[in-house]
């Protein structure tokens, strides 16, 4: 469901250039609750021309409510899916893809142990440090199998041309998963929006604090409620 705010707001998160949008930073992710905290304070009519005396444009304050709100609705329309995306799907798939790359190894050492350089080979595949790593050694690992499939033919307990075709089905998945993790959201997606929104509530919010500082450098109490709290 599109979340709803004014064009002019839609079209100032559109021009943040994408190379600027990012991510909340996990201490970020109830930057809507600072934001709102924050600005409340200056509905006080006192606090709020004090705080204009600076030259602070003090329409930006009613900006930051409205950006606080759709980063919380964009926040809360991607958190099902990020936690899916990112979490159990990819261990899912690289615990599979690791399974296969062992039973792969063992059988190779068994049987092409005694080909000259193929002890190394088997070694670097069978330490992978990453899940693109583990993708490329299955890949590795199929080609092997591959090439000396002829060698396989009396071992009935280690069926090659399958194992060549599941290495490489879960070299694929694995590249999929992390492909997908990696990269940008669709344009104007609610996921696009939260990180847009972040991106511009954040800086709105240090343009904010920085003023404030600035105007109520003797008071505590305002100088104690404009930070941004890490939970």
């Not at 990020?82 to 050492?109: F, H, L, M, P, Y």
């Amino acid at each position: 469901m599109p979340i709803e705010m004014s064009d002019s707001t839609r079209d100032l998160l559109m021009s943040v250039p994408p190379a600027d949008v990012r991510a909340p930073l996990r201490e970020r992710r109830y930057l809507d609750t600072d934001a709102k905290r924050i600005t409340a304070l200056f509905e006080d009519d006192g606090r709020r021309a004090r705080l204009g005396k600076t030259g602070y444009d003090l329409n930006f304050l009613d900006l930051i409510k409205e950006l606080a709100e759709i980063y919380s609705k964009s926040r809360a329309a991607t958190l099902g899916s990020d936690a899916v995306s990112s979490g159990s799907k990819r261990e899912e798939a690289i615990t599979e893809g690791e399974a296969e790359a062992a039973i792969i190894v063992a059988a190779c050492r068994f049987q092409l142990g005694h080909i000259e350089g193929m002890s190394l080979k088997l070694d670097a595949a069978a330490v992978a440090t990453g899940a693109l790593d583990l993708a490329i050694d299955l890949d590795v690992l199929a080609v092997i199998v591959e090439n000396n499939i002829s060698k396989f033919a009396r071992n009935e307990l280690f069926d090659a041309p399958k194992h060549i075709a599941l290495a490489r089905e879960h070299a694929n998945k694995v590249r999929t998963l992390v492909e997908a993790e990696e990269a940008p959201p669709e344009l104007g997606s609610a996921r696009d929006m939260r990180n847009r929104a972040s991106t511009l509530l954040w800086n709105r919010l240090l343009e904010l604090r920085t003023a404030a500082r600035f105007a109520f450098s003797g008071d505590d109490k305002v100088l104690s409620a404009i930070r941004i709290r890490r939970r």
